[in-house]
C-alpha cells in the first residue's frame, strides 16, 4: 500500500465535518465497520504531541473498541505517549488493514487512566480478558472519538475495477508473506536454550534507587527478557555479568577491576557458545571522577565490541551477536550517590546518538534504553521496579527479531519500532 491515502469523513457534507470539533466527544462514530475495523487489527498507530511540539507516532498491539464508543488501549511499554498525553490530550489513532488496504484513523481526546481511577478496573478486565496476564498493564489509554476518516488506497481509484480479493493477493505477494512463511516454517526448534549474556553495571545489576539492596532475578529487566522471551516461545538462559560501577574502558580510582576491558575476553571464552551479548553500559564513565563527554565514552563502547569479537572461542563456535544499549539519561543525582555523579547530566549530554554511531560503525544492533524508561526520580541514576519490566519488556522483543533474523538466511526486515 502507497504512503499516501485517500481520507473519507463519515460525514456527509463540509458542514458536517466542521460540526465534529474535539470538544465534543461522539461515541456514535464508531460503526459497526469501525468496530469490526478495530477488532481485526493488529497493530494501531497511536500519535500525541510532546509540550514542545515534538510529535511522537508509537505502534500498540493491546488495544479494543469498549462496545460504548471508546477505545482502550494498554500502556505496557508507552512513557512517551503517557507523558505527552499529560501535555496535550488530543491524540489520533490509526487502523489500517495492510492487506486489504483500508482502515480508519479516530482523532479525539485521550485520558490515561491509572490504578485506583475510576473505570480502571472495568477497562483493565476488558484488556486482560482480550491480551492475558503476560504483560503488566500500567496504566490505560482512553480514546473519546470526535472525527472518525476512512482510509483508502489510492489503488481504488486509479485501478477500480480491481477488487478487494485483487489487492490481498498483490499485497500478499509485495509483503513476501509467502517466502516469510515458508522460512518460518523450515526453521528447526532448538535443541537447548539459547545463551544471552548481560554485560552490564549497576543498572542491569538491579540496585534499587537509593540503596545497597538488590530487586530479585525476575524484578530486574534481565529476568523481566528471560520470562517474556519464554512466553514468546524463544527460549534463552540470561547469563548476568553485572558490576556496580563498571565503565566501558576506565577504571575507578577507589574500586579495582571496574574497567570494563579487564577480562572481558576471557568472560566471553567462559561462558561460550553464545548466541547474543547484551552490553548495556556507559553511565558510570560520567562519575565526578572522569571528565568524559559522550564521544569519549562512545569509544569505549566501541573498544568493548573489538574486545568482545577478539574472544579466543573454541574452534567452530559462532561469533555471538552484540546488541548495544545507551543507558537512559542520566537526571540530576540525588541521595547517597548524589557526590559520585556531580555534573553527570551534562557530561552525558548527547550519549545515545555516540553509542549509536559507535554502533553502526561496527555493525551491531542498538537500542536506546531511554526510548522506554527515564532513571528513578529517587535517585536520578538507577532503574525503579516499573522501569526495570518496562525495559526488560521492550528487550524482548528486540532480542526476539534478532534471534530470528541471525538464524534466518540473512535477509533483513525492518524492525517493529517501540517507544
Not at 60 to 65: G, P, R, S, T, V
Not at 125 to 140: D, N, R, V
Request: glycine share 8%.
Amino acid at each position: 500500500m502507497e504512503n499516501d491515502v485517500e481520507e473519507t469523513l463519515h460525514t456527509t457534507d463540509t458542514r458536517q465535518r466542521h460540526a465534529f470539533t474535539l470538544e465534543q466527544p461522539m461515541p456514535h462514530l464508531i460503526t459497526s465497520n469501525v468496530a469490526e475495523s478495530i477488532e481485526s487489527s493488529v497493530l494501531c498507530w497511536l500519535a500525541t504531541v510532546s509540550e514542545e511540539g515534538t510529535p511522537n507516532l508509537s505502534p500498540k498491539e493491546a488495544f479494543l473498541h469498549d462496545g460504548q464508543g471508546r477505545i482502550l488501549i494498554a500502556n505496557i511499554a508507552s512513557p512517551v505517549s503517557v507523558k505527552n498525553i499529560a501535555a496535550h490530550d488530543r491524540v489520533c489513532v490509526s487502523f489500517v488493514d495492510v492487506f486489504v488496504q483500508k482502515g480508519y484513523k479516530v482523532s479525539g481526546r485521550a485520558t490515561v487512566l491509572k490504578p485506583g481511577d475510576s473505570g480502571f478496573e472495568a477497562a483493565n478486565s476488558m484488556l486482560t480478558e482480550s491480551i492475558g496476564t503476560a504483560f503488566p498493564i500500567h496504566s490505560i489509554i482512553l480514546v473519546e472519538p470526535a472525527e472518525v476518516v476512512e482510509i483508502i488506497a489510492p489503488s481504488y481509484w486509479l485501478f477500480p475495477d480491481s477488487g478487494p480479493l485483487d489487492r490481498i493477493r498483490d499485497s500478499l505477494d509485495s509483503y513476501k508473506v509467502a517466502d516469510y512463511r515458508r522460512r518460518v516454517l523450515s526453521q528447526e526448534v532448538p535443541a537447548a536454550a539459547l545463551q544471552i549474556l548481560v554485560y552490564g553495571d549497576s543498572l542491569s545489576w538491579g540496585v534499587i534507587p537509593n540503596t545497597r539492596q538488590r530487586f530479585e532475578f525476575g524484578k530486574r529487566w534481565p529476568g523481566v527478557m528471560q520470562r517474556a522471551l519464554s512466553e514468546l516461545g524463544v527460549p534463552v538462559r540470561v547469563i548476568e555479568d553485572c558490576l556496580n560501577g563498571r565503565r566501558t574502558a576506565w577504571e575507578d580510582p577507589f574500586k579495582p577491576g571496574r574497567n570494563g576491558l579487564v577480562g572481558l575476553e576471557q568472560t566471553i571464552e567462559i561462558n561460550s557458545p553464545l548466541s547474543l551479548v547484551i552490553v548495556a553500559l556507559g553511565t558510570n564513565d560520567f562519575q565526578s571522577v572522569h571528565q568524559l563527554d559522550a564521544w569519549q565514552s562512545a569509544q569505549g563502547m566501541g573498544a568493548i565490541i573489538s574486545s568482545i569479537r577478539r574472544a579466543p572461542i573454541e574452534p567452530g563456535m559462532k561469533t555471538p551477536e552484540i546488541l548495544v544499549v545507551a543507558p537512559p539519561k542520566i537526571q540530576t543525582a540525588k541521595g547517597a550517590i548524589a557526590p559520585k555523579f556531580v555534573g553527570a547530566e551534562n557530561k552525558a549530554a548527547g550519549l545515545n546518538a555516540a553509542i549509536q554511531d559507535v554502533a553502526r560503525e561496527a555493525g551491531c544492533r542498538f537500542f536506546d534504553a531511554g526510548s522506554v524508561t527515564e532513571t528513578s526520580e529517587i535517585d536520578g541514576v538507577h532503574l525503579d521496579e516499573d522501569q526495570h519490566v518496562r525495559l526488560g519488556l521492550a528487550l524482548a522483543a528486540e532480542v526476539k527479531r534478532i534471534i530470528q533474523l541471525s538464524s534466518s538466511d540473512g535477509v533483513r526486515v525492518p524492525a517493529e519500532h517501540l517507544e
